[in-house]
């Protein structure tokens, strides 16, 4: 329980609510009502922070401000005292802000003077970091682990990033999602301005993607088809919530939805395909696979799930404009990326990638 302030009389509050929260460079341009969200990490309730900016509680170097002015580097933002709600632990270690996690290894952050090169490949709680510079940093996925955790799921990529940069200026976001079953490369930004960059690049289709899937049966097509189809979400009857399928829409529904595929290795029962994506929907590669007679394999939703074998879908290569990167699946046995392929495909796809000369090894 929380005790009064002797003073005052009112609940006391943590000195982090007290004293001036001056902005970071990394976080600038934030909006007030978001920048205090961050920084109290839920400990106050939105409507709660709302009333108290609206009523002129929250002062921005002296004045009053709206909920969503947006705020510059070096100002200072004074609160009121506040009872902050003790943050429900997650798992990994996630920490109060400022505060360090509970046998986490920070590892995995580029430090000053510190290129890229030294950083990639390193574990971070259990993250693998391929690249890290000061506006992002991108990881490799591995395929079971959520981009976010949900009320099925606690554990993701998020939470593990949260864990990772506990006390950053600003926590890593992630600027787009890959499916709990698949691999693979992951972005996330570590300044407001740089998510606001990479959202608008992705919107844009200014961010290339490629993906690798095995797939069911003899892929018919030789060179690149373009797959085009209308998709809609279907909501399934699921006691947990949150599960969403992808089907074809009917005649003048849904929203289009358009990938290249072809074919790079085929076996008696299964193809190999290397699948570009021009637009980002739900499901979209396993969704449009499946509509063709080709469900990617060991996909439970889509096709049919096979027994020790995971979903052989995976993030290759995702290029900036500035730069490209890439990651080959670590697959196993029959459908083990050969290494020549892999190289070749480097090649193609990712000549200058930061972590090129390490995955071509």
Not at 94 to 115: K, L, N, V
Not at 181 to 190: F, V, Y
Not at 290 to 300: E, F, K, Q
């Amino acid at each position: 329980m929380t005790k009064p302030d002797a003073t005052t009389g009112e609940p006391a509050a943590s000195p982090a609510a007290r004293a001036p929260l001056v902005v970071r460079p990394e976080e600038a341009g934030q909006k007030l009502l978001q920048f205090l969200q961050r920084r109290l990490e839920g400990q106050v309730p939105g409507s709660a922070l709302l009333r108290i900016i609206r009523t002129g509680q929250v002062r921005v170097d002296g004045g009053r401000k709206k909920p969503f002015f947006r705020l510059t580097s070096g100002q200072e933002v004074r609160v009121p005292p506040l009872a902050l709600a003790t943050p429900t632990p997650k798992m990994h270690g996630e920490a109060t802000y400022g505060g360090q996690p509970h046998g986490i290894a920070h590892s995995g952050i580029t430090h000053p003077g510190e290129t890229s090169a030294d950083a990639a490949g390193r574990q971070g709680d259990g993250l693998d970091i391929l690249f890290e510079n000061a506006g992002y940093v991108a990881v490799r996925k591995p395929a079971g682990l959520c981009a976010h955790a949900g009320t099925r799921h606690k554990d993701s990529v998020a939470d593990r990033l949260k864990a990772l940069y506990a006390g950053a200026a600003f926590v890593p976001v992630l600027t787009h999602r890959l499916d709990k079953d698949t691999s693979g490369i992951l972005l996330a930004a570590k300044t407001y301005t740089e998510l606001r960059r990479l959202n608008e690049l992705f919107a844009a289709r200014g961010v290339t993607k490629t993906y690798l899937a095995w797939v069911d049966g003899a892929w018919p097509h030789e060179g690149p088809l373009l797959m085009e189809d209308q998709l809609e979400r279907l909501e399934l009857d699921d006691p947990h919530g949150g599960r969403r399928k992808t089907r074809a829409a009917g005649e003048g529904e849904g929203k289009t939805a358009r990938a290249e595929a072809r074919p790079l290795l085929r076996k008696r029962s299964a193809t190999l395909l290397l699948v570009r994506l021009f637009t980002g929907r739900t499901h979209q590669i396993r969704a449009q696979l499946s509509l063709r007679g080709h469900a990617v394999i060991s996909d439970g939703m889509y096709g049919r799930k096979v027994r020790g074998v995971p979903m052989l879908l995976h993030a290759l290569c995702l290029r900036l404009p500035e730069r490209a990167f890439f990651s080959p699946p670590d697959w196993a046995g029959p459908f083990a990326l050969p290494k020549r392929l892999a190289a070749a495909l480097r090649a193609e796809l990712a000549p200058d990638g930061p972590n090129a000369a390490k995955d071509a090894e």
